[in-house]
T-cell receptor
Framework: EDQVTQSPEALRLQEGESSSLNCSYT??????LFWYRQDPGKGPEFLFT???AGEEKEKERLKATLTKKESFLHITAPKPEDSATYLC????????????FGEGTQLTVNP | NAGVTQTPKFRILKIGQSMTLQCTQD?????MYWYRQDPGMGLKLIYY???????DKGEVPNGYNVSRSTTEDFPLRLELAAPSQTSVYFC???????????FGPGTRLTVT
């Protein structure tokens, strides 16, 4: 069974304190790993797609990386507005157009 | 473009009542999805559609029904509401050429 596990469940940082969120996966035939940001009371907002080990994508203070077993979302010098829940999801070769989501990491950045 | 819109934003149902959650997208996407999200949990796929007239079950379809008569609309029907269906429901869509899904703002449903 395909599994996606995110850690930690919650993370508190001080403004400017860089850190990383983890998304580990146990799947057969990864066809894409997706990162989303979700603000309270809103729908998830797409951030990145990664397809192969070694790939990296960047957007402002966020950088996503991918290995054969996990993905990291690195947050450099975070600001309070980066506070949100970050979700990762995978698409595998047997799932067609469906995604399997992890449970998310709730990030709080204190000023 | 308005993107993906959902109505209503909030709803309280009594056990056994029925309702339809509406989802509309104006991006001409063929693929549409319904998810539920329970507190502290990820998204669970209920149903999805690959185009008008074609729907399929996801991970947690029991207690729900869908139809897709147009490209724009993908309503989700709850026939006999149960407390276990208390959740936040999200609709999403994507274009044929990529797998990134774009989400609506959600409907918060409480069944009491």
């Amino acid at each position: 069974e395909d599994q996606v596990t995110q850690s930690p469940e919650a993370l508190r940082l001080q403004e400017g304190e860089s850190s990383s969120l983890n998304c580990s996966y146990t799947v057969s035939g990864l066809r894409g790993l997706f990162w989303y940001r979700q603000d309270p009371g809103k729908g998830p907002e797409f951030l990145f797609t990664l397809y192969s080990a070694g790939e990296e994508k960047e957007k402002e203070r966020l950088k996503a990386t991918l290995t054969k077993k996990e993905s990291f979302l690195h947050i450099t010098a975070p600001k309070p507005e980066d506070s949100a829940t970050y979700l990762c999801a995978v698409r595998v070769e047997t799932s067609g157009s469906r995604l399997t989501f992890g449970e998310g990491t709730q990030l709080t950045v204190n000023p | 473009n308005a993107g993906v819109t959902q109505t209503p934003k909030f709803r309280i149902l009594k056990i056994g009542q029925s309702m339809t959650l509406q989802c509309t997208q104006d991006m001409n996407h063929n693929y549409m999805y319904w998810y539920r999200q329970d507190p502290g949990m990820g998204l669970k796929l209920i149903y999805y559609s690959v185009g008008a007239g074609i729907t399929d079950k996801g991970e947690v379809p029991n207690g729900y029904n869908v139809s897709r008569s147009t490209t724009e609309d993908f309503p989700l029907r709850l026939e006999l509401a149960a407390p276990s269906q208390t959740s936040v429901y999200f609709c999403a869509s994507r274009r044929d050429s990529s797998y990134e899904q774009y989400f609506g703002p959600g409907t918060r449903l409480t069944v009491t």
